[in-house]
């Protein structure tokens, strides 16, 4: 669904492979904190913005709440970006980076894009434990 | 229907047994329901209308785009407006002799309001995408929380508008969903499960129906919908 072509074609695809938007909250700022669910998954999903030493960097929480282990892939990044490590990627205008403490990434994968193989996508297998559990990302703006 | 300028809404519901009519009337006109009085001059029904109401103008703030989609009236009094642009007002003071009320946003960032209703000191929303339940958690005049209670349905694009009723005696509430273009809907898709077995009760009979009350002025486009619902179970969803 695009400016151009402003009918999204498949519009229950997401409810029909087991994902729910259940809504968001803002805080005394007004920053949200989105709400979704995959399958048993409950997720929330909240940026901030960081200011630190003149680097804009945006720190996104993903707080899960699982009634058992399971394993999701999760899509980090997509566009024209390249690997600068395990835990590094950047395109011409932003850096993901991935901490190595407590994260739940045990597998991480570039690879074209089913619809656009020109462009790549960063899919990452997380594999988030029984319970209550979080993971960050940090997004450098470069430009 | 040209969604650039106001329109005045109006939805009556009558329930016959197991029958469930719904008469729409979506008018697009030069302004919204605080200048009714623009109607019954552009109709010649001004006079006739204020034999059976009272035709108060009400003034707007400026700066402010009231393109009213949706009423509700609050326990205190005050009537709250959903706005096409996503905004609810509430409005103190409507009903002074003179009004001079006064506006406050409670909420910003929703889509096309055409649904209004107040239960259990929260806001049930209708917007294009989802009904919703907004409610103010921390007492600071202002909506914060935004509870998707049902988006079953799928939205594809800007013209499936959707038109919430009031809640009945059960505490069920109904959604009408404005076709995706002009005379089609992809209800027809097979994919959309939602609008199929909507459409398998209706969308012929809203398709009929609809054709012989759509004309066109030469600036306004009036849009008179009437559709038979035979079992509310058609219309249920259910809850995310």
Not at chain 1, 84 to 108: H, K, M, Q
Not at chain 1, 123 to 141: A, D, H, I, K, N
Not at chain 2, 22 to 35: G, K, S
Not at chain 2, 125 to 150: H, K, M, P, W, Y
């Amino acid at each position: 669904m695009t400016k151009e072509a402003p009918t999204n074609p498949n519009p229950l695809y997401p409810k029909n492979v087991g994902y729910q938007f259940r809504g968001y909250y803002l805080d005394e700022q007004s920053v949200p904190t989105f709400q979704y669910r995959s399958g048993t998954l409950e997720i929330e999903d909240r940026t901030i913005a960081i200011d630190d030493g003149g680097t804009q960097q945006l720190k996104r929480i993903l707080r899960f709440e699982s009634p058992e282990p399971q394993t999701v892939w999760f899509r980090a990044f997509v566009g024209d970006f390249s690997r600068e490590s395990d835990r590094v990627y950047r395109s011409d205008r932003l850096r993901l980076t991935i901490p190595v403490t407590e994260s739940p990434v045990t597998e991480s994968k570039v690879r074209p894009l089913p619809d656009d193989p020109k462009r790549l996508e960063l899919v990452l297998r997380l594999q988030v434990p029984q319970g209550e559990s979080t993971m960050e990302f940090l997004y450098e703006l470069l430009k | 229907m040209n969604c650039s300028s106001s329109r005045l809404f109006r939805l009556g519901v009558d329930l016959f047994g197991n029958s469930f009519c719904i008469w729409f009337a979506t008018t697009v006109l030069a302004t919204a329901l605080v200048r009714a009085e623009d109607v019954g001059e552009r109709w010649g029904t001004e006079e006739r209308e204020r034999e059976f109401y009272p035709i108060v103008n009400i003034p707007l703030p400026k700066d402010t785009v009231i393109e009213a989609g949706a009423f509700a009236v609050l326990p205190d009094g005050r009537i709250a407006v959903g706005t096409r642009h996503g905004e609810i007002y509430l409005i103190d003071g409507i009903d002074a002799g003179k009004p001079a009320p006064s506006f406050h946003r409670f909420a910003s960032g929703l889509d096309e309001i055409f649904g209004l209703t107040w239960q259990d000191g929260a806001f049930r929303v209708t917007q294009s995408c989802e009904v919703t339940r907004l409610s103010d958690s921390n007492g600071d005049g202002v909506a914060d929380r935004f509870e998707t209670i049902s988006d079953a349905w799928g939205y594809a694009n800007y013209h499936e508008y959707a038109f919430g009723s009031k809640l009945d005696a059960a505490g069920n509430q109904f959604v009408a969903l404005g076709l995706s273009e002009s005379y089609y809907s992809n209800a027809r898709r097979k994919d959309n499960r939602v609008r199929q077995r909507l459409a398998k009760s209706w969308w012929d009979r809203i398709r009929r129906a609809r054709l012989p009350f759509l004309h066109r002025e030469s600036r306004t486009m009036e849009l008179f919908v009437q559709f038979e619902i035979r079992s509310t179970k058609q219309l249920s969803w259910s809850s995310c």
